[in-house]
């Protein structure tokens, strides 16, 4: 139907005798068993009609299938799941650029070191700071703390030419990303706990022979989660947003010229 350009007819206007999902899915679900009316090439026809030009077949639904096709918790479920790969995938990238950032500028190692990370006893901060070594651990840009400071020669010096301390957002990378992993997993978690679990109602249970009303429908679980990835996400371009302002803005990072462009204004 995707395809095709093949769209479910569905009242903008009606009853709504249960949940507010239901009867628009209800709509939903019509069409893929056939019925109903769908918009095709500008018209509204009957769904059997535009199945029977196109080669389409409905789909069969089988005894109480049809909860899963007009409870919104399938659907937030689905689209919860693309959210958690963008999410994840916008995470390895956040890693992958903060790191390139901390080589440009000749970053001190100390803090995405083990001996630093290990003593947070947060699984994801011990994780971003683990995918940093691996990707740093060949540069020849990144200087250790010991080299530079602490190796007897500094002593003398009464005013250290570069910073001590880099900036938060280089220096908070596994502080802040971390948070962000760890909530991606609980999220992957709960959601795949959902996809995995019985939503109908009621619910049937053979061996007791009994029928059991409730809600195992109701979708916040789901819904608390991605409210909570929404959340991590905006930190993570947050972070984004701090690196490349440090990144372009020449009196911050003393190296590269202004916005990282190798030409004088007026040139």
Known sequence: MINNDV?????????????G?????????????????????????????????????????????GLSLINGTSV?????????????????WSVLAS?????????????????????????????????????LHDSQLVRRRADHLYNGKTQKVEVFKNKVQEYYSLRCVPQILGPVLDTINYSKQVTLDEINSINDNPIIDNESENVFHGGNFHGD?????????????????????????????DKLNGILPPFVQPWQAGS
């Open 7 to 19: 769209i479910p007819y569905i009242p903008e206007h009606g009853s709504v005798g249960a949940s």
């Open 21 to 65: 999902d239901l009867v628009q899915l209800a709509h939903l679900a019509l069409i893929l068993i056939g019925e109903g009316e769908v918009h095709y090439k500008g018209q509204c026809l009957p769904t059997a009609e535009v199945f029977k030009t196109l080669g389409l077949k409905p789909v069969k639904v089988h005894i109480r299938e």
């Open 76 to 92: 937030m479920t689905g689209i919860g799941l693309i959210n958690l790969i963008h999410a994840q995938n916008l995470l390895n």
């Open 99 to 135: 790191a390139m950032i901390i080589e440009i500028v000749e970053s001190y190692d100390d803090h995405f070191s083990e001996e630093l990370n290990r003593v947070k006893r947060h699984p994801g901060q011990r994780q971003i700071a683990k995918m940093m070594r691996n990707i």
């Open 221 to 249: 679980y789901v819904s608390l989660e991605m409210d909570k990835l929404k959340i991590v996400v905006s930190r993570l371009s947050m972070l984004a947003e701090r690196q490349l302002n440090y990144l372009l803005n």
